[in-house]
């Protein structure tokens, strides 16, 4: 098992500053470090380097993508905008007015989808097996006409587009594990059945009434949008359950030429911006999971990219553990947490729980139809 492995030290020099408490009227506002700062990800790296597992990986070079791969996906405007922006002292906004970013942050967007391609053309290549690619800024968010949710362009449809472009890339199972609902890549393959996206994340969080179960696609792409809106409180037993009871039917009903992870860690027990409950156990199950699917559907081509995930304290651990997964070693790294939050009561699957996931498993009949099972 070979396994790829992208960082780039400008991806920490991504600067998004500051960021105030909302305030009532002209009243006094807080000023506290954004959620997006870059410590989760360094330290995430920082871990796989110290630890040792970075000699069991196969660290792939990463240049950036051009102005005319971001125009695969976003408008003309978006993008220049965000270049525009980026020249300015202090920067700009991705689009929503919450996600800031600092002087030169367009170069960096640029090398951040760069990074995501070079894991997919990696894999497809055959260069590597499977890989995680640690990126940022993040891209789920992205819509073709904005950014959002501090992501300035859509890294995973970029690199898919460019993918068919230039690879011959065909369908493409993205899988969104991130707590918040991944509208942006949603919205850029709504009416592409080559594209089946899959979001589980927790019901109702981000983006504000988006990725409801009603969400299925548009002309030729109708239900190849499936949503997994999960009840705040949700662990282990449930997003476990979702991938047995969802993701696995689907994607062998959908049979695609490799599967693409939008891996955020904001599902984690520890998150500030999220109320789950995952821990370490349930990211190993979902990646152990996905890697016999892959085998079993795509010669074992697995692409999973950074997303989200906002607690330096718990982040590098959820990555160490997936990308072990990943390569099939040990590194030795231990997380002493790991067994008291497992054995949490509300780890195990709950009967609210189970009723969402059943109604989102009924609604893969156009997949199936698709494939004539």
């Not at 984690?268 to 559907?297: C, F, H, K, W």
Request: with cysteine; glycine share 14%.
């Amino acid at each position: 098992m070979v396994t790829g492995y992208v960082w780039h030290e400008l991806y920490g020099w991504h600067e998004t500053g500051l960021q105030n408490a909302p305030g009532a009227g002209s009243g006094p506002t807080m000023p506290l470090q954004h959620f997006d700062s870059a410590e989760s990800k360094v330290r995430m790296h920082s871990l796989i380097e110290g630890s040792g597992l970075i000699d069991h990986l196969v660290r792939l070079p990463v240049t950036p993508l051009t102005e005319a791969d971001i125009l695969r996906v976003h408008a003309p405007e978006h993008v220049s905008r965000i270049k525009a922006e980026s020249l300015l002292p202090k920067g700009g906004d991705a689009g929503d007015g919450i996600s800031p970013f600092g002087y030169g942050g367009y170069e960096i967007a640029l090398l951040a989808a760069g990074g995501a391609w070079a894991m997919l053309d990696a894999v497809l290549s055959g260069k590597v097996d499977n890989g995680y690619a640690l990126v940022r800024p993040a891209g789920h968010h992205a819509r073709p006409s904005t950014g959002m949710g501090y992501c300035l362009f859509n890294n995973a449809g970029v690199a898919i587009r460019k993918g068919r472009a230039e690879r011959g890339l065909g369908r493409v199972a993205y899988i969104d594990w991130d707590v918040h609902h991944g509208n942006g890549t949603q919205e850029t393959f709504y009416s592409d059945p080559d594209t089946l996206t899959l979001s589980i994340h927790q019901d109702g969080l981000f983006p504000w009434k988006s990725g409801a179960m009603e969400e299925r696609g548009e002309g030729a792409g109708f239900g190849y949008a499936v949503n997994v809106p999960l009840p705040a409180g949700s662990g282990n037993g449930a997003y476990l359950e979702a991938f047995d009871k969802v993701v696995a039917p689907a994607l062998r009903a959908f049979k695609p030429d490799v599967i693409w992870v939008a891996s955020g860690f904001d599902a984690s027990i520890n998150d500030p911006l999220g109320r789950m409950i995952v821990t370490l156990t349930g990211y190993r199950g979902m990646t152990q999971r996905l890697m016999a699917l892959a085998d079993e559907l795509c010669g074992g081509r697995l692409v999973i990219v950074h997303e989200g995930g906002y607690s330096p304290f718990l982040v590098p651990y959820c990555g160490v553990t997936v990308i072990e997964t990943l390569a099939g070693v040990d590194s030795g790294v231990e997380f002493q947490w790991e067994e008291v939050w497992s054995e949490l009561p509300d780890q195990p699957l709950k009967p609210h729980q189970a009723d969402v996931i059943e109604r989102a498993a009924a609604l893969l009949d156009v997949i199936r139809a698709g494939a004539g099972v």
